[in-house]
Nanobody, 120 residues
């Protein structure tokens, strides 16, 4: 079984920065793609950024030039550096991984989320 655990959320003032981390553990053979999604109160979950095993990245227009996604394949970790944060970035941020297990099965796994609040 695979687990994804996020960390690094918190309260930050507008214009500030936060770095989210997500650690994947369990019976993992490879993680084909990893990403961050977010869900604000009363809204649907939306894509923030994704990164492939080869390092290709994709960002939501709303976070381009402010957020940077990266990963450490050896440690099965993905990061999200968030700069110039705005109140509208307030949401629960979820880590996602498309994982091939050691038995060869494919799964789309989610963490439980970490709260990011941007407020003065």
């Amino acid at each position: 079984q695979v687990q994804l655990v996020e960390s690094g959320g918190g309260l930050v003032q507008p214009g500030g920065s936060l770095r989210l981390s997500c650690a994947a553990s369990g019976s993992i053979f490879s993680i084909n793609a990893m990403g961050w999604y977010r869900q604000a109160p009363g809204k649907e979950r939306e894509l923030v950024a994704t990164i492939t095993i080869g390092g290709n990245t994709n960002y939501a227009d709303s976070v381009k030039a402010r957020f940077t996604i990266s990963r450490n394949n050896a440690k099965n970790m993905v990061y999200l550096q968030m700069n110039s944060l705005k109140p509208e970035d307030t949401a629960v941020y979820y880590c996602n991984g498309r994982i091939t297990s050691s038995t060869g099965s494919l799964s789309n796994d989610w963490g439980r989320g970490t709260q990011v609040t941007v407020s003065s």
